[in-house]
């Protein structure tokens, strides 16, 4: 299976449409590749608080649109990160859309964990409330978004739903960067699965961005990683070994915490 994460930059000066149509050329681009993934936020930036609410748009509103086209052009399965979403009976959302080679939509997955404690998303946009996997036809992922990273129960229950890919889009600060290349490397090991991980580069509203996008085995190792500037990282990994690494070391077979059937959030 060949996953494509592009790194892209969110910088200020570039205006929404330039990058949402710069995106949809990157990802028709990765024609040939299996799953594409693109970061959080990408089409405002993760920290420009103050442009979720004038920049949100439906569901299946421009971003949406273009994605699906990118999508289906290039014929692959295209996790588009995730957009400021308005609902039109209630607040914000931080959601992720994910598409077919065919362009029809697959999957939607409203973050959870809001990050900002008493400020920005934390009090800007609602939180999800479900669980979300998406079978391909080499794996199933299970979807989480940037501070939902930190929370590992969200992943074990992914785990529990059959998820064997983990895939996570953040807008991801550079001062926290060992952070993220830790957790991504945690939540594979726990639970036994890849971790595809995308971050994005430049600066957010001022903050600098970690970059650094990885892919993680379900031993723990690292199998790429990019680093600070806007790039598209690619690499050839084997579903199969999620099942083979279970296999082998049946850690999962010996939990006893947690064991009745997930909550929703």
């Not at 529990?160 to 983990?166: I, R, S, W």
């Not at 892919?215 to 199998?223: A, C, F, I, K, Q």
């Not at 070391?249 to 059937?261: E, T, Y």
């Amino acid at each position: 299976m060949r996953a494509s994460v592009i790194q892209i930059a969110v910088d200020e000066g570039e205006s929404v449409e330039s990058r949402r149509r710069r995106a949809a050329s990157m990802v028709r681009d990765q024609a040939g590749a299996d799953l594409v993934v693109l970061p959080e936020l990408w089409t405002t930036g993760a920290f420009a608080y103050e442009e979720f609410g004038q920049e949100a748009e439906p569901l299946e509103g421009p971003t949406y649109e273009a994605m699906a086209k990118a999508a289906s052009d290039a014929g692959v399965w295209l996790h588009a990160g995730s957009i400021p979403e308005r609902d039109p009976d209630g607040p914000l959302y931080n959601t992720s859309l994910v598409f077919s080679p065919s362009g029809d939509l697959a999957a939607v997955y409203r973050k959870i964990h809001r990050f900002g404690f008493d400020k920005g998303e934390a009090v800007l946009m609602g939180a999800g409330a479900e669980l979300v996997t998406v079978r391909l036809p080499a794996t199933t992922l299970g979807l989480g978004t940037c501070y939902d990273l930190r929370f590992p129960e969200l992943f074990r229950g992914l785990v529990d739903a059959g998820a064997e890919t983990l895939v996570v889009p953040a807008g991801w600060p550079e001062r926290r960067r060992s952070h993220w290349t830790l957790l991504a490397q945690a939540r594979a090991v726990e639970n036994q699965t890849f971790v595809v991980a995308c971050g994005t580069a430049g600066t957010h509203a001022g903050v600098p961005q970690a970059g650094h996008s990885i892919v993680v085995d379900p031993w723990g190792e690292v199998l790429a990683e990019a680093g600070a500037d806007e790039e598209v990282l690619t690499v050839d990994f084997d579903p199969g070994k999620v099942a083979t690494t279970r296999e082998q070391f049946p850690a999962l077979k010996d939990r006893v915490l947690g064991l009745q059937p997930p909550r929703r959030p």
